[in-house]
């Protein structure tokens, strides 16, 4: 490599309510890995994690790894400096960062265009969903679907009055954890349940009708499920819109929980982690706006 190269990602916030495997936005939290080559793999981690100063655990030390042998070179090492502003196994996209930060060193590296198919072809290796991979990649609010033939994707500009206030409490809930529990099928009622807010969730953003949010945020195809695992999840709603929230979802699988607001913001952060710490569970809040502009690399 013989230079340092810095690549930052942003957080992502998954589903929004009833965009369930559709949605995702990219938010202004971002990972930051600072990498040179070495012989060996040295990790650093900010704050401290044990876990991923582990080589083997280490998600972006292993796409990088993966990526540099397809190319028929061997992966000599690494020096890396990972600075974690977004928490782990809480539903904002902490995964999604290491993956994309992989895939783009590797082909900043290499000196090789990324193209979509390329990016899919190596981040379907790590995780399968473009709801999350997109928005950290490219930045903004994006609706996807993946076929097996290919990944189609339209990026939405989103209202720069909205801003989205995250209340992150004080324990993991890991994906695989979050979709088992998650039903084979669905009844059909529930399915034009989500159908119809999916599209008025679209429509109230594109003609900034904010009023229809709270209708559109709802969901039947993974909050009922997932809900258990939430203390207070119920509860954490209710507050947020008596503190004047215009729509509340889970973020992703969880655990964190997500509103939408144009006003009030602290109010409803409070308000959220209030909800959170009546059921004995601490918890923070951040309020975000949306990345328009997605992963970032340069050398330093």
Same mark, same amino acid.
């Given at each position: 490599?013989?230079?340092?190269?810095?690549?930052?990602?942003p957080?992502?916030?998954?589903? +929004?309510?009833?965009?369930?495997d559709?949605?995702?936005?990219? +938010?202004?939290?971002y990972?930051?890995?600072i990498?040179?080559?070495?012989?060996?793999?040295y990790i650093?981690?900010y704050?401290?994690?044990?876990f991923?100063?582990?080589p083997?655990?280490? +998600?972006?030390?292993q796409?990088?790894k993966?990526l540099c042998?397809a190319?028929g070179?061997?992966?000599?090492?690494?020096?890396?400096k990972q600075?974690n502003?977004?928490?782990?196994a809480?539903?904002?996209?902490? !995964? %999604?960062?290491?993956?994309?930060?992989g895939i783009?060193t590797?082909?900043y590296?290499?000196?090789k265009?990324l193209?979509?198919e390329e *990016?899919?072809? #190596?981040?379907?290796?790590?995780?399968p969903?473009?709801d999350?991979?997109?928005?950290? #990649?490219?930045?903004?609010?994006i609706?996807a679907?993946?076929?097996?033939?290919?990944t189609?994707?339209?990026?939405?500009?989103f209202?720069?009055?909205l801003?989205?206030?995250?209340?992150?409490?004080?324990f993991?809930?890991?994906?695989?954890?979050?979709?088992?529990?998650?039903p084979?099928?669905?009844?059909l009622k529930?399915?034009?349940?989500?159908?119809?807010?999916? !599209?008025?969730?679209?429509t !109230?953003?594109?003609n900034k009708?904010?009023?229809f949010?709270?209708?559109?945020m709802?969901? =039947? *195809?993974h909050?009922?499920y =997932?809900?258990?695992?939430i203390?207070?999840f119920?509860k954490?709603?209710?507050?947020?819109?008596?503190?004047?929230?215009?729509?509340?979802?889970?973020?992703g699988?969880? !655990?964190?929980?997500?509103?939408?607001?144009d006003?009030?913001?602290?109010?409803?952060?409070?308000?959220?982690?209030?909800a *959170?710490?009546? %059921?004995?569970?601490?918890?923070?809040?951040?309020? +975000?706006?949306?990345?328009?502009?997605g992963?970032?690399?340069?050398?330093?």
């Amino acid at each position: 490599m013989g230079k340092v190269i810095k690549v930052r990602v942003p957080a992502t916030s998954a589903n +929004l309510g009833a965009g369930f495997d559709t949605f995702g936005i990219a +938010l202004d939290l971002y990972n930051e890995f600072i990498v040179e080559e070495a012989e060996g793999v040295y990790i650093e981690s900010y704050p401290e994690n044990k876990f991923l100063q582990n080589p083997e655990n280490n +998600l972006y030390i292993q796409v990088v790894k993966t990526l540099c042998e397809a190319e028929g070179k061997k992966f000599k090492g690494a020096k890396l400096k990972q600075i974690n502003n977004v928490p782990v196994a809480r539903g904002l996209g902490s !995964s %999604a960062t290491a993956i994309v930060a992989g895939i783009v060193t590797a082909f900043y590296v290499h000196k090789k265009e990324l193209t979509d198919e390329e *990016f899919f072809k #190596w981040a379907y290796r790590f995780e399968p969903h473009p709801d999350n991979l997109l928005p950290a #990649w490219k930045g903004g609010f994006i609706t996807a679907l993946k076929t097996e033939e290919k990944t189609y994707y339209q990026k939405i500009d989103f209202p720069e009055d909205l801003k989205f206030i995250v209340a992150i409490p004080d324990f993991e809930l890991s994906t695989e954890k979050a979709r088992s529990v998650l039903p084979k099928e669905i009844p059909l009622k529930d399915g034009i349940f989500n159908l119809q807010r999916a !599209s008025l969730f679209l429509t !109230s953003i594109i003609n900034k009708n904010y009023e229809f949010l709270k209708v559109a945020m709802e969901d =039947r *195809f993974h909050q009922p499920y =997932r809900k258990s695992f939430i203390p207070n999840f119920d509860k954490v709603i209710q507050y947020a819109y008596q503190a004047g929230a215009l729509g509340v979802s889970l973020s992703g699988a969880g !655990s964190s929980m997500v509103a939408l607001s144009d006003k009030n913001f602290e109010e409803i952060g409070k308000s959220m982690v209030k909800a *959170f710490e009546e %059921a004995g569970i601490n918890a923070e809040y951040k309020i +975000l706006n949306v990345d328009k502009k997605g992963t970032k690399i340069e050398e330093i």
